[in-house]
């Protein structure tokens, strides 16, 4: 019994360090990268957490300038800008279709349609209602434009990618640095220690100074970065103010309810002998 459970002890710690070793060498790619990632300290992530607004502002305005040639936002419409807790909401306008930033930035795309009259195929400036358009034809012509890779959909990249936000942030930020010894890149491949693999078909999108800020904030890389990455968080998960919210009125409640409960309890039984 006792040479059966030691049998049995050694099969799975062999087991969990195979595994180990395996992961190790998947996740380097074979390489040893001197990379630490930078965890910050998010305004979203804990129990009341909230999107910084202005910083969603400017994360706007990166993704306009410097990402939306190469990638769509497809699961966003430009009134979802001027939804609830959202970058551009105002309270003048409740309705995010009369809002005017809103209805600035979709006019500032443009939008595939039909002329109603003659049937032909037109463009035409977007209005709140529109989805962010696609930027490629289709797949092929994306892959085309970046050299063999897909410039991927970003609404909802933060919470497709294990890391969330850190991860996002670092991708951005961990351009520029020594690649280890020995690894090759084909042209058009950089290296980039926060991608799987450590090698990205994504040439650095940024750097220093690349943005003119419409609040005056100095355009460091990590700023860029930063803000990016609040208003990428914000599209992968618009509700989640509302939800944070709604989480902690339960608790509230919940609490209240224990109270009285626990005096409840005490009144009834108040005559009993224990
Ligand atoms: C010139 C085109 C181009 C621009 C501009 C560009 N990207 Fe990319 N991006 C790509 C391509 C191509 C890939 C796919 C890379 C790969 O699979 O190796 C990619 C991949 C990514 C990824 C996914 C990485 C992963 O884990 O798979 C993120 C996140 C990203 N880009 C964010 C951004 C942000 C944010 C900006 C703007 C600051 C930006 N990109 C600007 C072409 C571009």
């Known amino acids: 019994m006792a040479l059966k459970s030691m049998k049995m002890t050694l099969m799975v710690g062999a087991t969990l360090a195979a595994l180990g070793a395996g ?10 990268f001197d990379y630490k990632m930078e965890h910050r300290h998010w305004g979203f992530n804990g129990m009341r957490g909230a ?3 202005a910083a969603m502002q400017r994360g706007y305005q990166v993704y ?11 699961h966003l419409a430009f009134r979802h800008l001027g939804d609830k807790d959202g970058p ?14 809103v209805k600035t930035f979709a006019a ?19 209005i709140p ?4 358009p696609p930027i490629y034809p289709n797949d092929a012509a994306a892959r085309g434009s970046n050299g063999g890779a897909l410039p991927p959909d970003l609404s909802v990249m933060v919470a497709a990618r294990g890391g969330g936000a850190d991860y996002v942030y670092n991708l951005l930020i961990a351009y520029g640095l020594e690649k280890p010894e020995g690894m090759k890149l084909s042209p058009g491949v950089h290296y980039n220690p926060v991608m799987e693999g450590g090698k990205i078909a994504m040439a650095a999108p940024l750097t220093e100074g690349l943005i003119d800020y419409a609040d005056g ?12 990455t609040e208003f990428l968080a914000w599209s992968a998960d618009p509700k989640l103010e509302q939800r944070k919210r709604a989480g ?15 005096f409840s309890y005490k009144r009834v039984w108040r005559n009993v002998e224990h």
């Open 51 to 53: 999107f910084d607004k």
């Open 88 to 101: 551009y909401y105002d309270e003048a306008f409740k309705n995010p279709n009369d809002n005017p930033f």
């Open 129 to 132: 209602a529109d989805y962010f």
């Open 217 to 228: 904030t100095e355009a460091t890389v990590e700023q860029m970065a930063a803000d990016v």
């Open 64 to 74: 306009r300038e410097k990402c939306s040639s190469c990638h769509t936002l497809e």
């Open 23 to 32: 992961v190790t060498a998947f996740a380097a790619g074979g390489y040893d």
């Open 108 to 126: 500032d795309w443009l939008i595939a349609d039909i002329d109603a009259e003659t049937g032909d195929p037109i463009e035409r400036p977007g």
């Open 248 to 262: 902690f009125a339960t608790m509230v409640y919940l609490l209240i309810l224990t109270v009285l409960l626990w």
